[in-house]
């Protein structure tokens, strides 16, 4: 079958590679969609923390069930699913508490245990699977894995008031959080973003303001707006040098500050915002599967996302879709693929 992988710095290359053999408790699927990610671009830039080229590239998938082992209950051929694209040891104490996301040997596509998803063929515990509604595109259904994301990050704040919430960043991460923290009730919800595009997406999707953070000073606007108080909870969904200061310095006393984004150099950080007033940070990576359900539940009752699909190419073109986000000479949120 043919997969996409990235076999050189920012090289994309199409290639002849075994189908998975399932194992008793796994389905193959065959793919229909998959997503290229924010953490793709990393191992296309030689930025991952620990993977490689060569390297099976992607996590985000929807499709068909054409294949079941032998113990699998609940999945049959047929059903259209995405999957949740993690598995933990099941043994240790992270995984006793549900905690999938921290497990030290916890396995995850596009390494030596799991096959990446842009393949034809993609194999995956039934643990993971999650079923799509019949009226659920395989876009949609490829959609639930960052909104995953986007759950977490707000689910981990533990501040009552939702008066006003910072968005630091408005790519795919940081416009799935403005959509579920509109869903979650915040009032007010100010983005940032260097790209107009992503700015206009975010107001056509509720932002009460959208930011150039390169033009405005973010604290003085969160000021005006919260007359001096400062916002309830700030969430850093994009990498700068003075990103982590911009969002203490504009959360209130006692409030919080969680970091979605994979920042992997050192950046400066003044800690002395936290002491005087507070607050409390925190880190979200990505999501149990209970995070994960109710991103699929969110999007099974019809909430749409095809706005967000800014771009759609086929297997062939990956290296092309990889640069478009990567470079962002055009227009881009999320792109797909489909096969
Ligand atoms: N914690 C997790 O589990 C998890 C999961 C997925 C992605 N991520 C990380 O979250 C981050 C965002 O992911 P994404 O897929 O949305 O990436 P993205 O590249 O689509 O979006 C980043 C956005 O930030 C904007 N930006 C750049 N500099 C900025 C600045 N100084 N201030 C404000 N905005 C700025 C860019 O224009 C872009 O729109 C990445 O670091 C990614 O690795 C983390
Ligand atoms: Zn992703
Ligand atoms: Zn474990």
Redesign the pocket.
Known sequence: MKAALVTDLEKVSIQEVDEPKIRDDEVLIKVKTVGV???D??LFRGTHAFRKPPAILGHEVAGNVVEIGKNVKTVKIGDRVTVEPQYGCGVCEYCQQGLV?LCSTKVVPGTAKWIGVFVEYFNAPEITVHKLNDEVSYKMGTMIE?LA?AV??LRKSTVKEKDCLVI????????LTLVVAKQMGYKQVVC????EF?RDMALKHGATLAIN??ESDIVDVIKKLTNGRGADLALV????N??VD?ATACVRKRGEVGI????TEKIPFYSYQIVINELTMY?????ETKDFKEAADMINNGLDLSDFITQTMDLEHTQEGLDV?SQ?KEH??KVMIEL
């Open positions: 990610c924010g953490s671009l990393h996301n960052p994301v977490r990050a630091l960043g408005s790519g795919t991460i940081g416009l940032t973003d260097t790209a992503n953070p390169l969904a994009a990498g700068a003075n990103i911009q979605i984004a994979m920042i880190g979200a990576m990505t999501y986000l962002k881009v949120v």
